[in-house]
């Protein structure tokens, strides 16, 4: 794993991603209750980048308040496996926890409301799986984490080459127009999650590189 990785966190209420260059070993931002580290929150991943939303993060800081000792298990994975940990938007909780520990956790996570689904998953049934940000069709003038990942996604297929802003501004609607088409998709210029799912296939199929821009440097996933 890298020392030093970049984080790249939407906050909706600046309406903007920050950046930040963080040893690996230092604590997550916006995260206070429970010790989360940035290698925590990269679990298996290799990345050098990494991005994730304010959102996803005040609400695990949330659930701390309300059960504790709180371990994550896993969060970002690679942009290259399966949405949404590919985001950061998804987290696996407290490995190892008994049954009734979990069914707790649950009743925990969903009394905070900032999570939409708190269950068991079938790719890790060991842990409570809760997801923050619910997968969506993208647009533009959206913004977030998940904008983020399509421009990643976009980036690897070579539709896309500008920077990973979390934006959906007019170089990222005509990148996806590009896809569509390569796709041989209807071109709307609009990321269905029908895209989505293709884009990641594709991905996949090209292998695990993907160089990304921020802030004018080059970073490799």
């Given amino acids: 794993m890298c020392a030093t990785t970049t984080l790249l966190i939407f906050d909706p209420a600046l309406g903007a991603a920050r950046l930040f260059d963080l040893p690996v070993w230092e604590q997550m931002p916006f995260v206070e209750r429970f010790p989360l580290s940035v290698a925590a929150f990269l679990g298996c991943s290799h990345a050098g980048f990494a991005w994730t939303d304010r959102r996803a993060l005040d609400a695990l800081d949330a659930l701390a308040a ?6 994550v298990n896993r969060a970002f994975a690679d942009v290259l496996r399966s949405f949404p940990h590919a985001g950061g938007t998804a987290f696996d909780l407290c ?9 707790a ?3 925990a996570a969903l ?20 997801e923050v940000l619910r997968p969506r069709a993208l647009r533009p003038g959206d913004a977030g984490a998940d904008v983020c990942r399509l421009q990643a996604l ?12 979390g934006t959906y501004c007019e170089g990222t609607r005509r990148a996806v127009l590009r896809a569509e088409q390569a796709l041989g998709l209807r071109a709307t210029g609009c990321a269905s999650l029908r ?11 090209r292998g695990r590189f993907l160089a990304a821009h921020a802030g004018g440097d080059m970073f490799r996933f």
Avoid: K, N
Avoid at 119 to 128: F, G, M, T, V, Y
Avoid at 157 to 163: D, L, Q, R, S, V
């Fill in 105 to 107: 956790l649950r009743r």
């Fill in 111 to 130: 009394a905070t409301g900032r999570f939409w689904m708190a269950d068991a998953d079938i790719r890790s049934p060991d842990c409570l799986h809760v």
């Fill in 154 to 165: 976009l980036q690897r297929c070579g539709a896309h080459e500008a920077a990973l802003s």
């Fill in 66 to 71: 309300w059960y504790a000792p709180l371990s």
């Fill in 95 to 103: 490995r190892g926890r008994s049954v009734r520990e979990r069914a």
């Fill in 195 to 205: 895209l989505q799912r293709r884009l990641s296939a594709e991905a996949i199929r």
